[in-house]
T-cell receptor, first 114, second 113 residues
Framework: ETGVTQSPTHLIKTRGQQVTLRCSSQ?????VSWYQQALGQGPQFIFQ???????GRGNFPPRFSGLQFPNYSSELNVNALELDDSALYLC?????????????FGQGTRLTVV | GESVGLHLPTLSVQEGDNSIINCAYS??????FIWYKQESGKGPQFIID?????DKRQGQRVTVLLNKTVKHLSLQIAATQPGDSAVYFC????????????FGTGTRLLVSP
């Protein structure tokens, strides 16, 4: 167990809908990153939040957005869902955004878009 | 680039054998490398890391080798056990001011008793 918890574990949505995924970071961790993992592939970086601000983003469109709260928990929001958004969404927390700081992953949320 | 393969290569070994999983990374500016283990239905789990100023690092039953000349990383698992069966990913990170892990193509390790 990493101490990083994600909810829900599974979710089914219809194309065009919006979804919110949640992540509670490990105690003491102020940095949260979100990744998308399509079936049979490695995780791909979506964005990172550090002290409630987005401080880095991958190649994902603006309909992927996030929030980080004062307790450092985080949300990932996806608008106008597309079939290709079906994936495992992973949250990782760390003590800071710096190089070499170990990231601890949650178990993920499996999103299916139909 | 950051693309990853659609088809996972598989390494099948017998219990007790040593396993070697290889990875080619893409960014010559990457400073930090990590190996993760991912079991079915779970998130990636940290195994071992190595910085770019090192070429070898050892942990418990695992060794990571880094060859920056050819941008190659390997994970050696000694005395492989059935519990080691999982998908293994290498990941690289450059010093960009934020933690962006770029994952390589995973390798499925199957350990037979």
């Amino acid at each position: 167990e990493t101490g990083v918890t994600q909810s829900p574990t599974h979710l089914i949505k219809t194309r065009g809908q919006q979804v919110t995924l949640r992540c509670s970071s490990q105690s003491g961790h102020n940095t949260v990153s979100w990744y998308q993992q399509a079936l049979g592939q490695g995780p791909q970086f979506i964005f990172q939040y550090y002290r409630e601000e987005e401080n880095g983003r991958g190649n994902f469109p603006p309909r992927f957005s996030g929030l980080q709260f004062p307790n450092y928990s985080s949300e990932l929001n996806v608008n106008a869902l597309e079939l290709d958004d079906s994936a495992l969404y992973l949250c990782a927390s760390s003590l800071g955004p710096g190089l070499g700081t170990e990231a601890f992953f949650g178990q993920g949320t499996r999103l299916t878009v139909v | 680039g950051e693309s990853v393969g659609l088809h996972l290569p598989t390494l099948s070994v017998q219990e007790g054998d040593n396993s070697i999983i290889n990875c080619a990374y893409s960014n010559s500016a990457s400073d930090y490398f990590i190996w993760y283990k991912q079991e079915s239905g779970k998130g990636p789990q940290f195994i071992i890391d190595i910085r770019s100023n090192m070429d070898k690092r050892q942990g418990q039953r695992v060794t990571v080798l880094l060859n920056k000349t050819v941008k190659h990383l390997s994970l050696q698992i000694a005395a492989t056990q059935p519990g080691d069966s999982a998908v293994y990913f290498c990941a690289e990170m450059a010093n960009t001011g934020f933690q962006k892990l770029v994952f390589g193509t995973g390798t499925r390790l199957l350990v037979s008793p």
